[in-house]
């Protein structure tokens, strides 16, 4: 068993929702808006939270942290993953237009896990700032207005900043991984599991990302790897499990009916001057076998999403049943 529910419930994260107004000139974003708000907050937060006068980033540098965390040698003994994931998630509503009009309301969430929830300040005023530098094409602007915090139930509860103010609160608490366990609806008598993916989701397989539903092995596998290098970076802590008899018990779960398809998407790399496709699979699978064992997982899977490129918003899932 290893200490795998020990570290779910003891993981911590914050979710919130951020509320932009539109300024005086309408704003053009493009269809997927993910990554013009990763790409426009980076830029923000690195003006505010690094302070660093050489070519280097000093030890402190919040920036660096949050955005260039750096490699653990000894971190590949526990997950070949090579990848260490950011302490945050984006997540936009998708909305296909690319123009906004004067006054509207812009709403998207975020998620900080771990150590990154302790730096919520400086998420705010990077957040306030990033919508007053202007965004999009011709760097139109948007207000912040408010930052309500997300419950565990997925709804605004406590206000964390007032725009109209510029105050930030302190009344709210972070998540922890037992209470979302705690809070998931689950029929343990049902034999099945039914995963929408809702924004491109994009596992790999053997060096390739799988363009159809994943095996139940595949998801679980992801979900692992997550998990444990956000839980190892970002908030100290070492998953130990026995992982191949995990993961036999999971192949043993079977892809019953599926129907996905795969959605491009392009992004501007800054770095790489170029645009890149970041494809990855939409809609749903069906699961049959015995899924007890991996409830745990699939709930904290909705608040750290699947595969590669989740802070652009992707691997967004949702985990319900199909009643017999
Ligand atoms: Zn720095």
Redesign the pocket.
């Known amino acids: 068993m290893g200490n795998s529910r020990e570290l779910i419930s003891k993981f911590k994260l914050a979710k919130f929702t951020a509320i932009y107004e539109v300024g005086d000139e309408g704003i053009y974003l493009p269809e997927y808006k993910g990554s013009t708000l990763r790409g426009a907050f980076g830029q923000s937060f690195k003006q505010i939270g ?3 006068a050489g070519a280097k ?2 030890d402190g ?1 919040v ?2 942290y949050v955005f260039e965390t750096k490699p653990i040698m000894n971190f590949q003994v526990i997950n070949k993953s090579k990848d260490i994931p950011r302490p945050f998630v984006f997540e936009t509503i998708y909305d296909p237009r690319t123009y906004f009009s004067p006054g509207e309301r812009i709403y998207f969430s975020f998620t900080l896990y771990g150590k990154a929830i302790d730096y919520l300040p400086y998420f705010v005023v990077s957040l306030q700032e990033m919508g007053r530098y202007g965004l999009g094409k011709h760097r139109r602007r948007l207000y912040l207005r408010q930052i309500f915090q997300v419950n565990v139930n997925g709804d605004f509860e406590n206000l964390v900043y007032d725009g109209t103010k510029y105050k930030i609160y302190s009344d709210w608490n972070y998540l922890l991984g037992a209470e979302i366990v705690d809070h998931f609806n689950f029929d343990l008598n049902q034999d099945n599991v039914l995963i929408h993916f809702i924004s491109p989701t994009r596992i790999k397989s053997k060096g390739n990302y799988i363009n159809t539903a994943p095996s139940f092995e595949e998801l679980i596998k992801a979900i692992i790897r997550r998990f444990s290098s956000i839980i190892f970076f970002h908030q100290d802590l070492s998953l130990q499990m026995d992982y191949s008899e995990f993961f036999k018990s999971a192949s043993s779960v079977k892809l019953e009916e599926y129907k996905t398809n795969w959605l491009d998407w392009e992004r501007y790399s800054n770095r790489q001057k170029d645009r890149i496709k970041l494809g990855g699979i939409v809609g749903k699978a069906l699961y049959a076998g015995e899924v007890t064992e991996f409830i745990d997982w699939l709930a904290i899977a909705e608040w750290i999403h699947v595969g590669k490129n989740p802070v652009f918003g992707l691997g967004k899932i949702k985990v319900v049943q199909k009643l017999n």
């Open positions: 690094c302070d660093c980033h000093n540098c920036y660096s």
